[in-house]
């Protein structure tokens, strides 16, 4: 699948930072780097623009990035959801903990 979306970094934004599809926000992730790791404290691709392939190109940027950066491996937690918990293992995660309130996973680089 080609790669239409892209992160805009340009500016620190307190929600997260957009993601943009041409000259339309598609949603907005939040993340950070951190001693080898990039973790994603948050994504959401808003409603109508669900299920269309962008989260998946949106982590595949943050891999490439985190790559760029000598990171050792992709963080994220979020409270548990199958159905979010299905997009984070099909983008190759795994689960390194979980609980009744919160699912930690990650992907080794
Ligand atoms: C989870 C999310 C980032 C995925 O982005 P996306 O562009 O919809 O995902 P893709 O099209 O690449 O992949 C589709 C998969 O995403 C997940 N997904 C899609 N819509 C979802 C929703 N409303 N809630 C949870 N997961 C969802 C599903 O696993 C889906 O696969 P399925 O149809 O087989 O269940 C996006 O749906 C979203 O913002 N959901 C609401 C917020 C959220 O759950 N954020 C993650 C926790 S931080």
Known sequence: MSCNVRI?????YLLGKPIMLGETQIG???FGMHAKELTITNIKIFDEHQNQGYGTQVIKILEQKAK???CERLFVFHAPNSRSERFWLRNG????????VFCD?????
């Not at 805009?8 to 620190?12: A, K, M, V």
Request: no cysteine; aromatic share 8%.
């Open 8 to 12: 805009d970094t340009s500016s620190d």
């Open 105 to 109: 996973l990650e992907k080794k680089l």
């Open 93 to 100: 995660f795994i689960v390194v903990e979980k609980t009744a």
């Open 28 to 30: 907005y992730v939040n």
């Open 68 to 70: 760029q950066n000598s």
